[in-house]
């Protein structure tokens, strides 16, 4: 098992451009995350999805789209990009069993805006 | 406003010695409690948790206290090794499976 895996580990953007961050799991779990670590912050929640075809706002959802057309991917697509999105993204799944619902994160994708 | 808080960026202690990593949470509506450790340049992974109904857990060299009159909690890492060097998130599971995290707290043991 893979686990989960986030590609590309690292991307510099100017500002003004797109792309997408693509997680993928391997353990069918029903429930994923993206999140964002900035210095002094901790890791703050941007959008979540409880299954297949569902996404949800998390607590930093501005400047970000998600999607998850298949359970094992989940999406983030930054349409036009900020020097504030400058961070460490990442990706993680859970199970929906409440008490086991650990959530396994992957190594993370350092992106720059500048 | 923050609702889990960890006051200590960092900390630092002798090999051998005792850990002691602090957290503060307010939302008391949700009562299950993890803590992550984090490596440079990886994610972070899961490393203990608790849930309200009990007051401690004990995995190996690591406990984790929960005081709910006092909404704190608290990871004891005994003894301390080198390799422990790393970033402690503690986190509470709020609705939907998500988890909201504290701040982190470095922590370095020293050979």
């Known amino acids: 098992n893979a686990g989960v895996t986030q590609t590309p580990k690292f991307r510099v953007l100017k500002t003004g451009q797109s792309m997408t961050l693509l997680c993928a799991q391997d353990?069918?779990?029903?429930?994923m995350y993206w999140y964002r670590q900035d210095p002094g912050m901790g890791l703050r929640l941007i959008h979540y999805?409880?299954?297949?075809?569902?996404?949800a706002k998390g607590e930093v959802p501005d400047g970000y789209n998600v999607s998850r057309l298949k359970k094992q991917n989940f999406l983030l697509g930054l349409e036009s990009a900020a020097p504030s999105q400058t961070s460490v993204y990442f990706c993680?799944?859970?199970?929906?069993?409440?008490?086991?619902?650990?959530?396994?994160f992957g190594p993370g994708t350092r992106l720059t805006v500048l | 406003d923050q609702q889990v808080k960890q006051n200590s960026p960092s900390l630092s202690v002798q090999e051998g010695r005792i850990s002691i990593l602090n957290c503060d949470y307010t939302?008391?509506?949700?009562?299950?409690f993890l803590w992550y450790k984090k490596y440079p340049a990886e994610g972070p992974t899961f490393l203990i948790s608790?849930?309200?109904?009990?007051d401690k857990n004990e995995d190996g060299r690591f406990t984790v206290f929960l005081n709910k009159s006092a909404k704190h909690l608290s990871l004891h890492i005994v003894p301390s090794q080198p390799g422990d060097s790393a970033v402690y998130f503690c986190?509470?599971?709020?609705?939907?499976?998500?988890?909201?995290f504290g701040e982190g707290t470095q922590l370095t043991v020293n050979p």
């Open positions: 353990m069918n779990h029903e429930y």
């Open positions: 608790i849930s309200s109904i009990k």
């Open positions: 999805s409880v299954g297949e075809g569902t996404t």
């Open positions: 993680a799944s859970s199970t929906r069993d409440r008490g086991t619902d650990t959530q396994y």
């Open positions: 939302n008391s509506m949700f009562d299950y």
């Open positions: 986190a509470q599971e709020t609705s939907g499976s998500r988890l909201t």
